[in-house]
């Protein structure tokens, strides 16, 4: 959960820099389910609220915008494979 909020917190800073938005406050909040031990997630969710010198309608497309480029987001999204290497 810490590095899906920590990317998606970072990567809105790097995404309103781009839109000249300069942002105040941003609080991520990151939810997922988890089952018995070794078993994957589910269901996760991220939550952004971010306060800017920006109107409403333009701090939500910051944060869906930011949504679809954030790194580790769409690593997740796609599956990935992880090898130890001994």
């Known amino acids: 959960m810490l590095s ?3 990317c998606f917190c970072n990567d809105l ?5 781009k839109r000249n938005i300069k942002i105040e406050t941003i ?3 990151c939810t997922g389910n988890f089952g018995a031990e070794g078993e994957p997630g589910s269901n996760f969710r ?7 010198d920006a ?11 930011t949504d679809q480029v954030a790194e580790i987001h769409n690593t997740l999204r796609k599956g990935l494979s ?3 290497d001994n």
């Open 4 to 6: 899906l909020a920590t």
């Open 13 to 17: 800073y790097r995404e309103a820099n």
């Open 27 to 29: 609080e991520v909040e």
């Open 46 to 52: 991220c939550k952004a609220n971010v306060i800017a």
């Open 55 to 65: 109107s409403t309608e333009e701090i939500r497309n910051l944060i869906n915008h």
């Open 82 to 84: 992880i090898t130890l």
